[in-house]
């Protein structure tokens, strides 16, 4: 009786597979086992209503681990999803789940995500991009005379529908580095459509904006009023659509949008557009599968303290990592790489370095990123772009004045068979990073392209009030499939292509240790590669901690006028950028920064004032 006493006092804990199970001997001689698993029970967050459109922001200082998400019901939910022993990518689900419901404008299970995970030995790439349908072909959004349709015609149809691949990318994800059950993940946002959230300020402001979305006619039930108004900050709004739709992923998981009642209202919103339906079938639905890719990941020596950083994103279709990393190895051949920070602020002389190696790496985007699968990587390597030799030359023609739009480079010694893309609107997403108790990072993007997408909201016409809507990332190929010549573009239109991003979900490891560093990325088109520059050059260049480097004015050039932020820079500054022959304009640049970097003391986290979102972790 003692032994059997002893061994009920001390039970094993044993690993089968990915279950944890408790195990007891029992004095018959049998082993007796329970599961370990963590379990989770959501609890429905208070929800302030906060309508102030720009808020200073402290960071957060957390320990054991830490959410950053673009709204504080989201990162709730990914708090408590890490609190219950989930892994990060856990989180990472839960998260995405909830901003499809109070963040619906920006990203959502009807468009798609790059997401990175690093498992403190590797770090995996899951493509989750948005395809065209099998029998889109180059001339899909050319008119009747085979001129580019006007860019919104292009985004309010069913032409702009990609085949959505965020879910599909988040359940692969699970299946490799989930610990809680798949299920238990959407239960945080089927609790909130069910018992409804307070309607944001951001969604209300980008209500408040559109013009489109009145159209579709279960869109307009689910956000406007009687009147045709949007509903007002705070109102109570209710999903129960939404909420059965993710009831049946929990037990289905993606097939629920490859097959079945749902899959068919997906098709029917693309296929029976008004004005220009789109080609999508049953088939693309059914065969689109998530891709693991090999991230892109290059070195970079900051000057200002002689550390060196890896740092690591995701390769094409994105082109965000690609620019990233011509535009900082550019900036390390001038000035520029050693050049501090002026009263808190980037120098007009560092700000015409920045945009004028801006230039020369959009340039280069435009002429050879697509994608991989369609676009064969100049010399066969996109690691050409970030030849030393390479970047020397580029560097080279930055000189003493704007060169208001640069020409492409030739990284190989083949030139590319592909014409450049001419410059062309891109908007949309959302940015989460995630570290959870065991050092997993996530950094993920996701989006469904324009506000609100193509402005097609899917029902499945069970008498149930919202839904989900659906992305226009087809809108990211080009429009115009060839030049004057006739010479094909990279990024043209073919069936089954993805099309390129710009989306930056970024870790950074210190070289000599290995140890993770920072996660991070943000929303905002185009401009994402250069407000991702901005965190990673505050963070590593210019010391600042993650909240100080998202708090930065933003500034960006795609190869055409300087674009600074609006009432950020002095008169002094723009004058000198303008003696330099830029042509500055000043414009909101509504960056969505979240970002985590690792402290001594555990972590702190950074939120973009310019958007709602919030950091969360145990307090130290």
């Known amino acids: 009786m003692k032994a059997a006493s002893r061994a009920l006092q001390n039970p094993k804990i044993v690993q089968i597979g990915k279950l944890t199970v408790k195990c007891i001997s029992l004095a018959i ?16 967050p208070d929800q302030p209503n906060d309508p102030v459109s ?14 950053a998400a673009a709204n504080p019901l ?49 770090i995996d790439a899951y493509d989750g991009r ?28 069913g032409l702009s529908v990609g085949v959505p691949g965020a879910l599909s990318a988040l359940e692969l994800a699970h299946k490799e580095h989930g610990k809680l059950p798949w299920a238990a993940l959407m239960e945080p946002a089927i609790q909130l459509a069910e018992q409804g959230f307070r309607l944001s300020p951001q969604l209300h402001r980008a209500l408040l904006a559109e013009n489109y979305l009145m159209n579709d006619p279960v869109a307009a039930s689910y956000f406007y009023d009687a009147k045709g108004k949007p509903f007002p900050v705070g109102h109570i709004l209710r999903n129960p659509e939404l909420a059965a739709v993710l009831r049946d992923i929990a037990i289905r998981g993606s097939r629920v949008l490859r097959e079945g009642v749902v899959a068919e209202a997906l098709l029917n919103k693309v296929r029976q557009h008004p004005s220009r339906p789109g080609s999508m079938t049953m088939q693309d639905l059914a065969s689109y599968k ?27 279709p994105s082109s965000g990592t690609l620019a990233i990393g011509q535009m900082l190895g550019m900036l390390n ?17 560092w700000l015409h370095y920045y945009t004028e190696a801006a230039r020369l790496a959009f340039a280069d985007r435009g002429q050879y990123v697509g994608d991989p699968d369609f676009v064969t990587a100049p010399g066969g390597d996109w690691r050409t772009l970030w030849g030393p030799a390479y970047l ?72 149930r009030s919202g839904g989900f809507l659906l992305n226009n990332q087809l809108t990211d190929f080009s429009f115009a499939p060839r030049d004057a010549q006739g010479v094909p573009m990279a990024n043209r239109v073919e069936g089954g292509k993805r099309p390129r991003s710009s989306m930056s979900p970024t870790l950074v490891f210190e070289k000599d240790t290995g140890r993770l560093k920072l996660t991070g990325g943000s929303p905002g088109g185009a401009v994402i590669i250069h407000y991702t ?59 969505g920064l979240q970002a985590i970097e690792v402290t001594s003391t555990g972590f702190f986290g950074g939120a973009d004032p310019r958007r709602e979102g919030v950091v969360m972790g145990p307090k130290p």
């Not at 001689?29 to 029970?41: E, I, K, M, V, Y």
């Not at 990284?411 to 997993?440: F, L």
């Open 392 to 463: 020397k030359h580029r560097s080279s023609l930055i000189g003493a004045h704007s060169m208001k739009v640069a020409q492409p480079g030739n990284p190989a010694t083949t030139r590319t068979a592909h014409a450049p893309m001419p410059a062309q609107e891109e908007h949309g997403t959302s940015h989460i990073s995630v570290i959870d108790r065991e050092g997993n990072a996530v950094a993920m993007t996701t989006s469904i392209e324009a506000v609100f997408g193509s402005r097609l909201m899917v029902n499945s016409g069970q008498g």
């Open 74 to 122: 989201a990162t709730d939910a990914g708090y408590q999803v890490l609190l219950a022993g989930g892994s990060a990518i856990d989180a990472a689900i839960a998260v995405q789940m909830v901003l499809t419901l109070v963040e619906p404008q920006s990203s959502g299970i009807g468009g798609g995500a790059f997401l990175l995970h690093h498992d403190g030995k590797k």
């Open 290 to 316: 998530a891709k693991k890719r090999e991230p892109l990941c290059f070195e970079h020596a900051v000057q200002t303290t002689g550390k060196t950083y890896q740092i690591c994103g995701f390769p094409p």
């Open 333 to 349: 051949n001038t000035a520029a790489g050693s050049m501090p920070l002026e009263q808190g602020l980037p120098s007009a002389q």
């Open 29 to 44: 001689g049998l082993t007796a086992c329970t599961s370990l698993q963590p379990t989770f029970r959501y609890a429905t």
């Open 130 to 157: 948005e395809a065209a349908p099998s029998a889109a072909n180059e001339k899909l959004f050319l008119d009747a005379q085979g001129k580019p349709l006007p860019f919104i015609e292009g985004v309010v149809s």
């Open 54 to 67: 720009y808020q200073e922001k402290p960071g957060w200082a957390t320990q054991g681990f830490a959410v």
């Open 533 to 591: 520059s901005k965190l990673l050059i505050g963070a590593l260049q210019w010391g600042l901690n993650t909240q100080q480097a998202i708090n930065l004015p933003n500034f960006s050039s795609l190869n055409g006028p300087t674009v600074l932020e609006e009432k950020r820079f002095s008169a002094e500054t723009i004058k000198a950028m303008k003696s330099r022959g830029h042509e500055v304009r000043e414009t909101p640049l509504p960056s």
